[in-house]
């Protein structure tokens, strides 16, 4: 397993080992020990899992709030996604500041988001599958999220008009919200 820093504190990129040969490949897509031997300490006590039917359809900018956030590991186990992490932490040299990565079945590569950041995904294909490990359980009371083509954080998402959900349709933008990080 490698693990990647990128320009945002805490947040990294993780390159699976792949094992392959006639019959196909092997990897472990998770291993506490050796992301301990890295530096990086989880306790992840939720599996999640998502499909979306069409390419162009965006999920997010999600977080929760308070005590009931959450760090993820998450990867596409089918077609490919646009990830993307957005720092919400406000006494952050990069708050406001988001890193993109494709994430897709061929690459197998996974993205660490830490407590504090906001995230979200574009499909690049028609039918994605997503899984996340998450640190927090869901609590739908905590659930909030930001509208995914706020000017202030400015995403490149490389898309004008994606599928979204009734509720990211309507979500606020992050000077409305109340993020608390």
């Known amino acids: ?13 993780i390159e ?30 939720q599996d999640s899992h998502s499909f979306s039917e069409k390419k162009g359809t965006l999920r997010g900018l999600h977080f929760q709030k308070g005590s009931s956030s959450q760090a993820k590991l998450v990867r596409c186990v089918r077609g490919a996604v646009l990830d993307v992490a957005v720092d919400l932490r406000k006494n952050s040299k990069t ?12 690459n197998k590569k996974q993205f660490l988001i830490p407590r504090g950041f906001a ?16 640190d927090n359980y869901y609590d739908p009371q905590s659930d909030r999220n930001i509208i995914w083509n706020d000017e202030e954080i400015n995403v490149d998402w490389g898309i004008e008009n994606p599928i979204l959900s009734e509720k990211d349709k309507k ?3 992050l000077s409305e919200s109340d993020v608390d990080f």
């Open 16 to 45: 699976p080992q792949v094992f392959g040969d006639n019959r196909g490949w092997f990897m472990e897509s998770w291993s506490q020990k050796k992301m301990e031997e890295a530096g990086l300490f989880y306790n992840f006590v």
């Open 95 to 106: 708050y406001k500041k988001w890193v993109g990565c494709i994430l897709s079945e061929e």
């Open 119 to 134: 995230h979200g995904f574009l499909t690049l294909t028609d039918n994605v599958e997503f899984v996340y490990k998450a």
């Open 1 to 13: 397993m490698k693990v990647i820093e990128t320009e945002i504190k805490d947040l990294y990129m």
């Open 171 to 173: 979500a606020p933008k």
